[in-house]
T-cell receptor, first 114, second 112 residues
Framework: SQKIEQNSEALNIQEGKTATLTCNYTNYSPAYLQWYRQDPGRGPVFLLLIRENEKEKRKERLKVTFDTTLKQSLFHITASQPADSATYLC?????????????FGRGTSLIVHP | DGGITQSPKYLFRKEGQNVTLSCEQNLNHDAMYWYRQDPGQGLRLIYYSQIVNDFQKGDIAEGYSVSREKKESFPLTVTSAQKNPTAFYLCATNSGAKNIQYFGAGTRLSVL
């Protein structure tokens, strides 16, 4: 079965720095990979997706890279702000028999200090 | 949030009791999902439904049941067979295009 690894330790950074979160996976190659943000007691919110044939995607201060050889995605937040503090989940989407079922990692907590 | 409403926000279950969590959507999405989230854990798929009157088991379906009689509704019943039901339950829909998941605000279930 698909296994996804995200750093279980919280990432603490200073405001204004770039935060980099890692998502590693094993076994199947996903059709694409998504990143979500989850605040305490709330449902996750979609941020970005990247397809298997794409190397990099950007959206405002967010950047995602996808290396299918290393089986790894990196999620960057530039010029980080305290409001970026949250848990970030990666999800792999794999198609099987016409269905696309996501598999989520456990998430990495980001804490941005003012 | 947005077009997905989960209720109640908090729910308490007594020993041997079945409880039902509600999930309603007005996004007109075909696919709906139920996930369970435990502290420090990722989202684990319980059941999903791609179309009305059809649903499939996810990775941890034992002790749960669902129905999909209407496109807008996908209720989850936590049965007495589920021995460790305390968790945060999330309902989601799938946009189809790019398979983006839209989540409700969640229901926190505890055992009395």
């Amino acid at each position: 079965s698909q296994k996804i690894e995200q750093n279980s330790e919280a990432l603490n950074i200073q405001e204004g720095k770039t935060a980099t979160l890692t998502c590693n996976y094993t076994n199947y190659s996903p059709a694409y990979l998504q990143w979500y943000r989850q605040d305490p007691g709330r449902g996750p919110v979609f941020l970005l997706l990247i397809r298997e044939n794409e190397k990099e995607k950007r959206k405002e201060r967010l950047k995602v890279t996808f290396d299918t050889t290393l089986k790894q995605s990196l999620f960057h937040i530039t010029a980080s702000q305290p409001a970026d503090s949250a848990t970030y989940l990666c999800a792999l989407i794999r198609g099987t028999g016409g269905s696309y079922i996501p598999t989520f990692g456990r998430g990495t907590s980001l804490i941005v200090h003012p | 949030d947005g077009g997905i409403t989960q209720s109640p926000k908090y729910l308490f279950r007594k020993e041997g009791q079945n409880v039902t969590l509600s999930c309603e959507q007005n996004l007109n999405h075909d696919a709906m999902y139920w996930y369970r989230q435990d502290p420090g854990q990722g989202l684990r798929l319980i059941y999903y439904s791609q179309i009305v009157n059809d649903f499939q088991k996810g990775d941890i379906a034992e002790g749960y049941s669902v129905s999909r009689e209407k496109k807008e509704s996908f209720p989850l019943t936590v049965t007495s067979a589920q021995k460790n039901p305390t968790a945060f339950y999330l309902c989601a829909t799938n946009s189809g295009a790019k398979n983006i998941q839209y989540f409700g605000a969640g229901t926190r279930l505890s055992v009395l």
